[in-house]
T-cell receptor, first 111, second 115 residues
Framework: DAKTTQPTSMDCAEGRAANLPCNHSTISGNEYVYWYRQIHSQGPQYIIHGLKNNETNEMASLIITEDRKSSTLILPHATLRDTAVYYCIVRLSGGSYIPTFGRGTSLIVHP | EPEVTQTPSHQVTQMGQEVILRCVPISNHLYFYWYRQILGQKVEFLVSFYNNEISEKSEIFDDQFSVERPDGSNFTLKIRSTKLEDSAMYFC?????????????FGPGTRLTVL
């Protein structure tokens, strides 16, 4: 799997958009970008994933640059409950491929 | 919404004892996984299981560990003789492999404390 680089920590005001960047300059053509988050001591929670196109679901939006070397996870209206560690993972699809969790970005949403 | 469940939520055991951690994956999922997370450290892959056999395992998953799907719903992780360093959160996950998405869904975890 391609390596990813994320800032160690970020903070955001409640109600504002949280934009979490991820660099994955060695990504290959068939690797997906996945985002998970982990709220303190809970299991990682899937957020969103994409290959080339931007994606949006009820939780977040994923913006992938045209060259696919970086991406941004956007939480449009952050709440206190969004305080968590966010992991950007680049991986191949298929059940036999195991995602590798790094340190992620610790996002703190403050009132 | 279906979810992965794990029991117990917290297990305390003495060093050298055997423990079994239980998981009920999402019912139509085909791949099952165990991960662990030592306090303050990364989430680490242990093992994946598919079609009633181990698909992949990490270096952590040595002879002290075993997995089993004893019936159509449960997926278990056994540690035969626990060590102090086995103290961690253990997460079960499951997925349905599809061509463009095989998202792993994680359970809430079991906190294992070895004394």
């Amino acid at each position: 799997d391609a390596k990813t680089t994320q800032p160690t920590s970020m903070d955001c005001a409640e109600g504002r958009a949280a934009n979490l960047p991820c660099n994955h300059s060695t990504i290959s053509g068939n690797e997906y970008v996945y985002w998970y988050r982990q709220i303190h001591s809970q299991g990682p929670q899937y957020i969103i994933h994409g290959l080339k196109n931007n994606e949006t679901n009820e939780m977040a939006s994923l913006i992938i640059t045209e060259d696919r070397k970086s991406s941004t996870l956007i939480l449009p209206h952050a709440t206190l409950r969004d305080t968590a560690v966010y992991y950007c993972i680049v991986r191949l699809s298929g059940g036999s491929y195991i995602p590798t969790f790094g340190r992620g970005t610790s996002l703190i949403v403050h009132p | 919404e279906p979810e992965v469940t794990q029991t117990p939520s917290h297990q305390v055991t003495q060093m050298g004892q055997e423990v079994i951690l239980r998981c009920v994956p999402i019912s139509n999922h085909l791949y099952f996984y165990w991960y662990r997370q030592i306090l303050g450290q990364k989430v680490e892959f242990l093992v994946s299981f598919y079609n009633n056999e181990i698909s992949e395992k990490s270096e952590i998953f040595d002879d002290q560990f075993s997995v089993e799907r004893p019936d159509g719903s449960n997926f278990t992780l056994k540690i035969r003789s626990t060590k102090l360093e086995d103290s961690a959160m253990y997460f079960c996950a499951s997925s349905v492999p599809r061509p463009s998405t095989d998202t792993q869904y994680f359970g809430p975890g079991t906190r294992l404390t070895v004394l």
